[in-house]
């Protein structure tokens, strides 16, 4: 298994842990005392992923740490894996890479005509502007207030299936606003990188579970550049 991760310049990782090149052998279950098993369950498939994944913003982000992984024990009391730890290149990082990214996906998993019609005008740069954000956010709180009270009329009617269905698509409109609402900082300009990151990492957590099947890696190498993919 290969993995890619990003660190800040001293080799940190986002939660924490000092990563350097080397040999490891260490438990595949993450804890305290084995946080390589936690390295390797944060990193990312390919450097495109790792840029536009990580929680570290632009600024931040300094140095890529590949990371190939066996497993060496067949011992379900005691998993271990061998793992090299080899520094690489880190791709051309971009705060508006993340962002491009969180819209690419959020377009795939919501095909409304003027929704993918907004998030075309703003990854080819083409409409930018606070007004066309905001309106498209009003658009999707719109349609999400309206599921959500479909769903709270299926709670009373007891009508289980329905009231499912409706939640779910409420809870995914709301991400979408969260998504919208960070292109809608960055157009306004009153954000700085910090914050506007913050909220690209919380709208991303929320993206992903609603777009768990699709391809992220050719999404981010797509938005980072085929020669950041690692193959």
Same mark, same amino acid.
């Given at each position: 298994?290969?993995?890619?991760?990003?660190?800040?310049?001293?080799?940190?990782?986002?939660?924490?842990?000092?990563?350097?090149?080397?040999?490891?052998?260490?438990?595949?279950?993450?804890?305290?005392?084995?946080?390589?098993?936690?390295?390797?369950?944060?990193?990312?498939?390919?450097?495109?992923?790792?840029?536009?994944?990580?929680?570290?913003?632009?600024?931040?982000?300094?140095?890529?740490?590949?990371?190939?992984?066996?497993?060496?024990?067949?011992?379900?009391?005691?998993?271990?894996?061998?793992?090299?730890?080899?520094?690489?290149?880190?791709?051309?990082?971009?705060?508006?890479?993340?962002?491009?990214?969180?819209?690419?996906?959020?377009?795939?998993?919501?095909?409304?005509?003027?929704?993918?019609?907004?998030?075309?005008?703003?990854?080819?740069?083409?409409?930018?502007?606070?007004?066309?954000?905001?309106?498209?956010?009003?658009?999707?709180?719109?349609?999400?207030?309206?599921?959500?009270?479909?769903?709270?009329?299926?709670?009373?009617?007891?009508?289980?299936?329905?009231?499912?269905?409706?939640?779910?698509?409420?809870?995914?409109?709301?991400?979408?606003?969260?998504?919208?609402?960070?292109?809608?900082?960055?157009?306004?300009?009153?954000?700085?990188?910090?914050? !506007?990151?913050?909220?690209?990492?919380?709208?991303?957590?929320?993206?992903?579970?609603?777009?768990?099947?699709?391809?992220?890696?050719?999404?981010?190498?797509?938005? !980072?550049?085929?020669?950041?993919?690692?193959?």
């Amino acid at each position: 298994m290969q993995k890619y991760i990003v660190t800040d310049s001293s080799g940190r990782t986002p939660e924490g842990h000092l990563l350097a090149p080397g040999k490891y052998v260490h438990s595949t279950r993450p804890s305290a005392n084995e946080p390589m098993a936690g390295v390797v369950a944060n990193a990312s498939d390919t450097p495109a992923l790792a840029v536009v994944e990580t929680p570290l913003p632009a600024a931040s982000a300094g140095r890529l740490f590949m990371l190939k992984t066996w497993s060496v024990a067949v011992d379900s009391d005691n998993p271990q894996a061998y793992t090299i730890v080899k520094e690489t290149s880190l791709p051309p990082v971009q705060p508006e890479h993340k962002l491009a990214f969180i819209l690419t996906v959020a377009r795939e998993i919501y095909e409304e005509t003027e929704f993918t019609r907004w998030v075309d005008g703003w990854l080819t740069g083409t409409d930018r502007s606070v007004d066309s954000a905001r309106n498209t956010r009003r658009v999707l709180e719109r349609e999400r207030n309206s599921y959500t009270a479909l769903h709270d009329i299926a709670s009373m009617a007891a009508a289980a299936g329905s009231e499912h269905e409706t939640m779910t698509r409420a809870k995914m409109l709301d991400c979408l606003v969260n998504v919208v609402r960070a292109a809608e900082a960055v157009a306004g300009g009153g954000s700085d990188e910090v914050e !506007v990151n913050e909220m690209c990492v919380e709208a991303l957590s929320k993206v992903r579970y609603f777009g768990g099947s699709l391809d992220l890696v050719r999404l981010a190498g797509n938005v !980072v550049g085929d020669a950041a993919t690692g193959k």
